[in-house]
């Protein structure tokens, strides 16, 4: 059964970045579409940058210009990296892979 690994949440202040990171146990990884999703509490979980299998990425407007999905298929981990972040930006960020979902890391934006 194939897992996903999750890593690199924490907290960081407004203006900050981080970088998260999902690594697969399984062998999908090449063939997949990949995806990062955030929950902010009292929210419903939403798409904050995908990659198709083509490697063509997209962004909603709210991170366009300050994250950046990227992915490595030989190490099976697709990243995120969140440059000027915001108070806003707080949430559970959960990677998606080919329908299967990480258990889920806390990214808290505060000063």
């Known amino acids: 059964q194939v897992q996903l690994v999750e890593s690199g949440g924490g907290l960081a202040q407004p203006g900050g970045s981080l970088r998260l990171s999902c690594t697969s146990s399984?062998?999908?990884?090449?063939?997949?579409?990949m995806a990062w999703y955030r929950q902010a509490p009292g929210k419903q979980r939403e798409l904050v940058a995908g990659?198709?299998?083509?490697?063509?990425?997209n962004y909603p407007d709210s991170v366009k210009g300050r994250f950046t999905i990227s992915r490595d298929i030989a190490k099976k981990t697709v990243s995120l990296q969140m440059n000027s972040l915001k108070v806003a930006d707080t949430g559970v960020y959960y990677c998606?892979?080919?329908?299967?979902w990480g258990q889920g890391t806390q990214v808290t934006v505060s000063s």
């Open positions: 998606w892979v080919n329908g299967v």
């Open positions: 399984g062998s999908i990884f090449s063939i997949s579409a």
């Open positions: 990659i198709n299998r083509g490697g063509t990425t």
